[in-house]
């Protein structure tokens, strides 16, 4: 892992997530890159170039949150671009290649019953790039127990695991049985079975109220989950947010690709 990308949005919490991301850099010896996106409203007529205004601003934006956080050893660079986050994401992904994306749940919702805003939520759905929701004010620990779930054994790609490796070498395993399971899905990938620390396996209605569940009774100190379009993350394919009734974790989310 060597790019990490942390998308800067208005949240007083941009500050421990950066912080965060750089604490997790210096371990993997990793670059931070500190992104913000920005968009040009233009009236008819306009003499004076509110593209390179908004972009200055953009950029001292993005210089005052590093200066308040400790960047360590670690390289930091920064990045404006214009238009919406989700396409300039997929355009520094083209050219540089972001091996994880570092952001809080809420980059710009400012609602408490809020878990996964619009910005965070359009993040995860539309790109394919692992990603790391850090809870609000949440300090960097070394990972010891992880915790991976999901509905199905199966994966759609070699290597999607690869950036968990980085956290940590195994994992215990929660399988949860929706009323859609086949007995295909209770098989363990490979891959899933060569990072196996243990196997749970329960029953709900979803993968969301299953982990909730399992969650209430048992600690870890990340959560693993896939991007499917019909497993965990399903309802972000109704909408971009998720609500805190819906699901919550208080400890970092690591969203791997595995849409099918």
């Given at each position: ?8 949005g208005?949240?007083e ?10 604490d ?26 509110m ?20 960047v ?9 671009a ?7 994401i ?50 960097f ?23 968990l ?23 363990l ?27 209430e ?17 399903k ?26």
């Open positions: 892992m060597k790019n990490i990308l942390v998308p800067i208005s949240s919490n941009a500050k421990s997530t950066l912080q965060y991301a750089i997790y850099a210096e371990t993997i010896d990793a670059k931070v890159f500190v992104f913000r996106a920005y968009n040009v409203m233009t009236k008819a007529g306009t003499i004076i170039n593209g390179e205004i908004i972009e200055r601003e953009t950029n001292l934006y993005m210089r005052s949150i590093v200066s308040m956080v400790n360590k050893n670690v390289d930091v660079k920064l990045i404006a214009k238009g919406t986050a989700v396409d300039s997929k355009a520094i992904d083209n050219e540089i290649r972001i091996d994880l994306i570092v952001l809080g749940p809420k980059s710009n919702s400012i609602k408490d019953d809020v878990f996964l805003g619009n910005t965070s939520g359009s993040i995860v759905k539309q790109t394919e790039i692992p990603t790391l929701i850090v809870p609000e004010s949440y300090t620990n070394p990972i010891k127990d992880v915790l991976v779930a999901f509905k199905s054994g199966k994966i759609n790609k070699q290597g999607v695991l690869n950036p490796q980085n956290f940590a070498n195994n994992a215990e395993l929660l399988l949860v049985k929706t009323p859609n399971t086949d007995e295909e899905d209770l098989i990938d490979s891959e899933l079975e060569s990072i196996k620390s243990k196997l749970t396996i329960i029953k709900n209605d979803t993968t969301f109220k299953g982990v909730n569940e399992f969650l009774y048992n600690s870890t100190d990340l959560l693993c989950v896939f991007r499917r379009q019909r497993g965990f993350f309802k972000l394919w109704e909408k971009n947010s998720i609500l805190k009734s819906e699901f919550f974790c208080d400890v970092p989310l690591l969203i791997l690709s595995g849409k099918n």
